[in-house]
């Protein structure tokens, strides 16, 4: 579900422990500007995920891994019974050796035939004959060579590797099973690169394109943003739901992230920066509108404001703000500290 409401970062810094708690019984927020952000939803997903498939059929005689182990590039994942193509790979050198031993032959044959011929000893058509049959016999060493490439590779088919570090998310397969190439064994992923996917809608995605600029917010804490390497935008729209799919390549390390996980992406849509408040913290007084701010030597004092748009529990502040100032969230703990200085002097 897409978050149409608009975002706009404001960085709270609580209290620093210079400011005792007995002192300001109340938190504090000190006022940065920000600029116009677009939440959407996005799920994470890894750059690298593959399923791995039998290249020759066999019966399975070992499975090394099994669902989150994890594996290194290389590691040999499970072994499919080798009997027979080591035999066909056997057969294969066998069969090289003897197309070598008559292609010697027929090199002999050519030479002993070549000289006759010189002496007019024999026809042209013995030498054509002599001449072909080395070519053949050179065919046939090439065929035996290619065969033996080709058995030695169905011999290392047997053994299934991994093609990339990661860990096992799916097993297909089970032990003695019988399987025929293409059929799927084991399904992984890598966690050294990871990406966001989001739809964005054709409302926004001419400002997302303009901009490319986004920061991701994992749900498990949303105080937390995770930064953003790039972003692809993809370059036509979903003709049923109108929105423009996205992949946002994250940086490589991050540890609290995984492959299937919900996450907010906050897209930058505009340069205009905003000074925002919480809603909560702004007071009405009759026909004044005012918040307390915290001044020198921590002396709280309520300021006339003057206040602009809404953009859901923020507020944005036109005058009687600047950045850097620090406000009071708690209204009603800021206006007894208020009540308490006075009575002190």
Do not use: C
Request: glycine residues 4%; positive net charge; without cysteine.
């Amino acid at each position: 579900m897409h978050i149409t409401k608009y975002l706009f970062l404001l960085i709270f810094i609580l209290s620093s422990s210079s400011i005792a708690d007995d002192v300001l019984p109340f938190s504090i927020a000190k006022l940065e500007p920000s600029v116009k952000e677009q939440i959407l939803d996005g799920t994470i997903e890894a750059v690298k995920k593959a399923t791995m498939s039998a290249q020759v059929s066999g019966r399975i005689t070992e499975i090394m891994f099994d669902v989150d182990d994890q594996v290194k590039k290389g590691d040999i994942i499970l072994r499919i019974r080798d009997t027979e193509y080591k035999a066909r790979l056997k057969n294969a050198k066998a069969a090289l050796k003897e197309a070598k031993a008559n292609l010697k032959d027929a090199q002999l044959e050519l030479k002993r035939v070549t000289g006759l011929y010189k002496d007019k000893m024999i026809s042209e058509s013995v030498y054509d004959k002599a001449k072909a049959q080395l070519k053949s016999s050179e065919a046939r060493v090439a065929a035996s060579e290619s065969k033996i490439t080709e058995a030695n590779e169905q011999l290392d088919n047997t053994k299934i590797r991994a093609p990339y570090s990661g860990i096992v998310v799916e097993r297909h397969i089970e032990l003695g099973e019988s399987i025929q190439p293409g059929k799927p064994v084991m399904t992984g992923f890598s966690l050294d690169q990871l990406r966001a996917v989001v739809d964005v809608p054709q409302s926004y995605v001419n400002a997302v394109r303009l901009h490319k600029t986004a920061r991701l917010i994992p749900l498990l804490d949303q105080k937390e943003t995770v930064s953003v390497k790039n972003m692809t935008i993809f370059p036509f729209a979903n003709p049923q739901s109108h929105t423009f799919h996205v992949r946002v390549n994250l940086n490589n390390d991050i540890t609290s992230l995984f492959p299937g996980m919900l996450v907010k992406i906050a897209f930058k849509i505009d340069e205009t920066k905003r000074l925002l408040i919480p809603q909560s913290a702004v007071v009405h007084r009759s026909e004044v509108i005012a918040i307390y701010v915290l001044e020198e030597n921590n002396l709280v004092k309520l300021r006339q404001i003057r206040l602009g748009n809404s953009f859901g529990d923020k507020i944005e502040v036109l005058a009687g703000l600047d950045a850097g100032e620090k406000i009071a969230i708690d209204p009603v703990k800021a206006g007894i500290k208020l009540k308490q200085q006075m009575e002190s002097k």
